[in-house]
């Protein structure tokens, strides 16, 4: 069978924790900086009577807005992962079926198995469609799953591009 794409799920599940990780220190590094703000807007400046200007707003919108993208990105893979398992296990179920008909999957579609069969040609049609049907649904979730995650993934990449340049500016 020649539905899987390439990739492995258990390396796309370990890259989206790893960025869902990521994003639990980023934000652990803006209560970082809300705290040392806090201390830094309580004692005045010097020479001054007023509390200091908090200089790190800037870099925390940053940071929280970078920390909650790569959560979500970290999510979408881990999702997708979810979907390519069960897609796979979907298509395991099919197998005992597609043998004994003398049945296999090419690409996207159920054919018949080169060289003779024994079973009985309407008989062996009947189940071709009906596994064709089982197939299509699989691809077909999987499908949209994918598309949609290239969707948020190019989404994403456009929102942490302009993160970065805001970083890169300091506006």
């Given at each position: 069978?020649?539905?899987?794409?390439p990739?492995?799920?258990?390396?796309?599940?370990?890259?989206?924790?790893?960025?869902?990780?990521?994003?639990?220190?980023?934000?652990?590094?803006?209560?970082?900086?809300?705290?040392?703000?806090?201390?830094?807007?309580?004692t005045?400046?010097?020479?001054h009577?007023?509390?200091?200007?908090?200089?790190?707003?800037?870099?925390?919108?940053?940071?929280?807005?970078?920390?909650?993208?790569?959560?979500?990105?970290?999510?979408?893979?881990?999702?997708?992962?979810?979907?390519?398992?069960?897609?796979?296990?979907?298509?395991?179920?099919?197998?005992?079926?597609?043998?004994?008909?003398?049945?296999?999957?090419?690409?996207?579609?159920?054919?018949?198995?080169?060289?003779?069969?024994?079973?009985?040609?309407?008989?062996?049609?009947?189940?071709?469609?009906?596994?064709?049907?089982?197939?299509?649904?699989?691809?077909?979730?999987?499908?949209?799953?994918?598309?949609?995650?290239?969707?948020?993934?190019e989404?994403?990449?456009?929102?942490?591009?302009?993160?970065?340049?805001?970083?890169?500016?300091?506006?």
């Amino acid at each position: 069978m020649t539905v899987a794409p390439p990739g492995d799920p258990g390396s796309t599940s370990a890259l989206g924790g790893a960025l869902r990780t990521q994003a639990g220190r980023l934000a652990d590094l803006v209560v970082d900086l809300e705290a040392a703000a806090r201390r830094g807007a309580r004692t005045p400046r010097p020479g001054h009577d007023d509390p200091a200007v908090d200089p790190t707003r800037h870099e925390r919108d940053l940071l929280t807005r970078a920390a909650t993208e790569l959560d979500r990105v970290g999510g979408l893979l881990q999702s997708w992962t979810t979907t390519a398992v069960e897609a796979a296990a979907r298509m395991r179920a099919l197998e005992p079926a597609l043998a004994r008909f003398d049945l296999v999957v090419d690409g996207r579609l159920v054919v018949e198995r080169a060289g003779p069969s024994r079973v009985e040609p309407a008989e062996r049609l009947a189940e071709r469609e009906r596994l064709q049907e089982l197939l299509n649904r699989v691809t077909a979730v999987r499908s949209r799953e994918l598309a949609r995650l290239r969707r948020e993934l190019e989404q994403s990449g456009t929102t942490l591009a302009a993160l970065s340049a805001r970083a890169r500016s300091g506006t």
